[in-house]
């Protein structure tokens, strides 16, 4: 629900005089998600102004003028023309000199990069200066509730037993028939999912041998390959409860089907798993501080331990993203190469942590979920961490 007076503290802390939040026809879902219009269709453009002290103030279309009625601010303006809506947005920032919206310079970030050149050009000719509201977002669309934070918990703990399942499942059907394939170990998954009222907006990843060294591989018809004796295999699943507002949880594992893990995996797994530690590290002694924390920094302590054993061209992804009510979510991700991620990690926030070392012939990939509670407490959720390549013997 909108807070009206959280909101004005947190523009006056990042020294705004306002927030102005804007969309049309759903460009800016979280600017919907701020005022909750989320999943409610407007057709017209429609801008609600937050200032530093003061009411709110509201320009939408004759259309829908009752567009923003449910949120606080008395003074609203009704615009037909596209000239009286130029006139309005110049009015609702009248006296600002800065002002936040979801902006990135240069589009550096794209995640909160949601309102279009030609409005910043509108705002930014009546004199005011543009700034990213990214930090603004994490506050008011990523951070999760009490609701939320038991809803991964919950997908967390059926993630990590849905390797259990994936595990065995390869195992059984190796033993029975001498191999599987990846879109069966993907069904596999999906019905422990189902079975437990989970939902993903798409099937996990079955890599087996050079197809765990694609990051984002997905398994077709013509790609499915067999799992037999000897192969090294990854998965990558995440889902979250199916029900409204529910978060992800988000997973990597990695197995070899033999009893004896080659040295050409263990050596690799170990120098990931070094990289996330200390990522993980790296945030649990920042919060132990009290100290502040930028998801660039996060990836800089990960991203080392990589490059420091000669695989830093194999790590060719961030570190992490940020997990919400979609799997890469709207908060700060831990990254310092696709993006120089400014925003900080903050409270009742949740990212993955997933280093990888890609190579032709096979990848390894490590993911854990890191959510940082309201007390400033760190969670490393869905069970302890791999410490080593899991066997499944056959």
């Given at each position: 629900?909108?807070?009206?007076?959280?909101?004005?503290?947190?523009?006056?802390?990042?020294?705004?005089?306002?927030?102005?939040?804007?969309?049309?026809?759903?460009?800016?879902?979280?600017?919907?998600?701020?005022?909750?219009?989320?999943?409610?269709?407007?057709?017209?453009?429609?801008?609600?102004?937050?200032?530093?002290?003061?009411?709110?103030?509201k320009l939408v279309h004759a259309i829908e003028p009752a567009a923003l009625d449910h949120l606080?601010?008395?003074?609203?303006?009704?615009?037909?023309?596209?000239?009286?809506?130029?006139?309005?947005?110049?009015?609702?920032?009248?006296?600002?000199?800065?002002?936040?919206?979801?902006?990135?310079?240069?589009?550096?970030?794209?995640?909160?990069?949601?309102?279009?050149?030609?409005?910043?050009?509108?705002?930014?000719?009546?004199?005011?200066?543009?700034?990213?509201?990214?930090?603004?977002?994490?506050?008011?669309?990523?951070?999760?509730?009490?609701?939320?934070?038991?809803?991964?918990?919950?997908?967390?703990?059926?993630?990590?037993?849905?390797?259990?399942?994936?595990?065995?499942?390869?195992?059984?059907?190796?033993?029975?028939?001498?191999?599987?394939?990846?879109?069966?170990?993907?069904?596999?998954?999906?019905?422990?999912?189902?079975?437990?009222?989970?939902?993903?907006?798409?099937?996990?990843?079955?890599?087996?041998?050079?197809?765990?060294?694609?990051?984002?591989?997905?398994?077709?018809?013509?790609?499915?390959?067999?799992?037999?004796?000897?192969?090294?295999?990854?998965?990558?699943?995440?889902?979250?409860?199916?029900?409204?507002?529910?978060?992800?949880?988000?997973?990597?594992?990695?197995?070899?089907?033999?009893?004896?893990?080659?040295?050409?995996?263990?050596?690799?797994?170990?120098?990931?798993?070094?990289?996330?530690?200390?990522?993980?590290?790296?945030?649990?002694?920042?919060?132990?501080?009290?100290?502040?924390?930028?998801?660039?920094?996060?990836?800089?302590?990960?991203?080392?331990?990589?490059?420091?054993?000669?695989?830093?061209?194999?790590?060719?992804?961030?570190?992490g993203h940020n997990i919400g009510q979609e799997v890469h979510g709207n908060g700060a991700h831990?990254?310092?190469?696709?993006?120089?991620?400014?925003?900080?990690?903050?409270?009742?926030?949740?990212?993955?942590?997933?280093?990888?070392?890609?190579?032709?012939?096979?990848?390894?990939?490590?993911?854990?979920?890191?959510?940082?509670?309201?007390?400033?407490?760190?969670?490393?959720?869905?069970?302890?961490?791999?410490?080593?390549?899991?066997?499944?013997?056959?």
């Amino acid at each position: 629900m909108f807070d009206l007076g959280a909101v004005q503290t947190a523009v006056r802390e990042f020294g705004f005089d306002g927030w102005l939040l804007y969309d049309f026809r759903g460009i800016n879902i979280l600017a919907q998600r701020v005022v909750d219009l989320a999943g409610k269709s407007l057709s017209r453009r429609w801008f609600y102004y937050i200032p530093a002290v003061g009411e709110p103030t509201k320009l939408v279309h004759a259309i829908e003028p009752a567009a923003l009625d449910h949120l606080p601010g008395a003074v609203k303006t009704v615009y037909r023309r596209w000239q009286d809506l130029e006139t309005g947005v110049g009015e609702l920032v009248i006296g600002a000199k800065r002002v936040a919206m979801e902006y990135s310079p240069r589009n550096a970030n794209p995640y909160i990069s949601r309102v279009d050149a030609g409005t910043i050009e509108l705002v930014r000719s009546y004199g005011v200066e543009v700034v990213p509201s990214g930090d603004l977002i994490q506050l008011f669309e990523a951070t999760w509730d009490g609701d939320q934070e038991q809803s991964h918990f919950g997908a967390a703990d059926l993630c990590r037993a849905a390797y259990d399942v994936a595990f065995g499942f390869i195992a059984e059907e190796i033993r029975a028939t001498g191999e599987t394939t990846e879109a069966a170990v993907q069904a596999r998954i999906l019905k422990h999912f189902a079975d437990h009222s989970l939902t993903t907006y798409s099937p996990p990843i079955v890599g087996v041998g050079p197809h765990s060294g694609d990051p984002h591989y997905e398994t077709t018809p013509a790609s499915n390959a067999p799992i037999r004796r000897g192969d090294w295999v990854l998965v990558d699943l995440w889902a979250k409860f199916d029900k409204p507002r529910s978060v992800y949880a988000d997973y990597t594992r990695v197995a070899f089907v033999g009893e004896s893990v080659p040295e050409k995996y263990a050596k690799v797994f170990g120098i990931v798993a070094a990289a996330r530690d200390a990522g993980i590290a790296r945030v649990k002694e920042a919060f132990a501080a009290g100290e502040p924390l930028l998801g660039w920094q996060v990836d800089d302590a990960t991203r080392g331990m990589i490059e420091k054993a000669g695989y830093g061209e194999q790590f060719t992804h961030r570190t992490g993203h940020n997990i919400g009510q979609e799997v890469h979510g709207n908060g700060a991700h831990m990254d310092g190469l696709e993006t120089r991620e400014d925003r900080h990690v903050i409270r009742r926030t949740c990212f993955s942590i997933e280093p990888g070392i890609y190579l032709p012939e096979f990848g390894v990939r490590s993911e854990v979920d890191v959510y940082i509670d309201r007390d400033g407490k760190v969670h490393v959720t869905g069970g302890e961490p791999q410490t080593e390549v899991h066997r499944i013997i056959v």
